[in-house]
């Protein structure tokens, strides 16, 4: 911070550090149309999952692959599903972001 701040009752102090979390960036629906579905023909947009500029992620085409081929495959073995309707989902972000807990419910038939 450049100057003491206050924001939403947080007192910001000059000098101290403020990081945003990079798992929020490509949760915007504002920029991302359907953030939180998985389209594997969505067209790449802006966003930091793995970088950017000079500090992009070296394995960067080789990891959207795998996840690619892991998901197309575990996909068409695994029962219809949905994430189960109504309960909370809260994330965590750090040098890995993910859920605490993600519920599914299998379709049955």
Request: charged share 30%; proline share 3%.
């Amino acid at each position: 911070m450049k100057v003491d701040h206050e924001y939403k009752g947080v007192a910001l102090k000059k000098g101290d550090m403020v990081l945003l979390p990079t798992m929020i960036h490509s949760a915007d629906e504002k920029r991302f149309k359907c953030p939180y579905e998985v389209d594997f023909e969505r067209k790449m947009s802006a966003n930091l999952t793995f970088g950017s500029g000079i500090h992009t992620c070296i394995g960067n085409v080789l990891a959207r692959a795998e996840i690619k081929i892991f998901l197309e495959e575990w996909l068409t073995r695994i029962p219809e599903f949905q994430m189960k309707v109504g309960l909370k989902r809260t994330g965590y972000s750090g040098a890995v972001n993910g859920f605490h807990e993600l519920w599914l419910e299998w379709t049955r038939h």
